[in-house]
């Protein structure tokens, strides 16, 4: 059977396969209920389609005939991305990576009625963090999210989770939609600049939609102070980190661009071919810069 086929037939959001180790890895970051039910979920559809499995450390899932010893494999990973330099440009930890976080997000207060809204959208979690700290009644609407990652915070904070895109980027997104969002009113909470025609895609597509910007990047000066060394890996996650970086950094031909997503490659000089990463999560990213200094 395909093991992958079944994987993605389950929409996970707190475990992520890894097809070359051929195991489910859990999102460390996160220890609740929900990463309770959906180990619960995994193991119950395994057994029940006769896949045979092995329950490691952390809860980790191995598809291997032979033992897999995931002290080992972690121990791998850290030991080769010590020796590289990969850069986060942000403030987000994640295990192989250095952080420059080059912008700070100012949330911006509105007065917001959801008793006006049947959806809300969102594709960052900053636009999640922003309306939290605005108002909790966010949460009783469904949220309609760009990615799993979003989706972690929308569940970790108690809110309703409407649907997860399965393409991951910002146009795909928006066609996903169309359908789903027909005869709605739709809130699309996101930041001062977008990047994606999502708003014009679902307007055009007759879709009752308003948009709240909500927050906004603001360049981080210390960031002026980091030295890259050559032949680093730098991972941007948006055009606001490709224009912050150009400003600060002379690029070097010795470094690499990892791009989160295909819009947001689009935003880079000619002189600069970035590597697209397989999927848009800070992790899918740092992934793909290991492999790269492999």
């Known amino acids: ?30 220890s609740n209920n929900f990463v309770e039910r959906e180990f619960l979920k995994i193991t119950y559809h395994l057994s029940k389609v006769n896949i045979p499995f092995e329950v490691l450390k952390n809860k980790t899932i191995s598809f291997e005939k032979t033992k897999f010893n995931i002290k080992k494999y972690l121990s791998q990973i850290i030991d080769n991305s010590k020796s590289k330099n990969i850069y986060l440009l942000n403030d987000y930890k994640i295990e192989g990576a250095k952080n420059i976080p080059l912008f700070k997000i100012k949330y911006i207060n509105k007065e917001i009625d959801f008793n006006k809204y049947d959806a809300i959208i969102f594709t ?51 066609y996903e939609l ?16 977008i990047v994606s025609d999502l708003i014009e895609i679902l307007s055009d597509g007759n879709i009752q939609i308003k948009d709240e910007v909500i927050y906004e990047n603001c360049f981080n000066e210390a960031s002026k102070s980091v030295e890259i060394p050559k032949n680093s890996k730098i991972i941007f996650t948006s055009p606001s ?45 740092v992934d793909k810069a290991i492999e790269l200094s492999a």
């Open 1 to 30: 059977m395909d093991i992958k086929k079944i994987i993605n037939s389950l929409d996970l959001i707190y475990y992520e396969y890894d097809e070359k180790k051929k195991i489910l890895i859990k999102d460390k970051k996160y």
């Open 178 to 193: 169309l359908d789903l969002l027909k005869n709605k009113r739709v809130l699309y909470l996101r930041g001062k600049e």
């Open 124 to 174: 960052s979690k900053n636009g999640i963090n922003a309306i939290d700290s605005i108002s909790k009644a966010w949460r009783v609407i469904p949220s309609y999210v760009i990615s799993e990652q979003t989706a972690k915070l929308v569940k970790d904070l108690n809110g309703k989770l409407g649907f997860i895109s399965k393409t991951k980027h910002g146009n795909e997104f928006a």
């Open 241 to 285: 980190t490709i224009e912050y970086f150009l400003k600060v950094f002379s690029w070097d031909e010795s470094y690499t661009a990892i791009s989160i997503g295909k819009t947001t490659a689009q935003y880079f000089p000619k002189n600069i071919k970035p590597v697209i990463a397989d999927d848009t999560s800070f992790k899918s990213c």
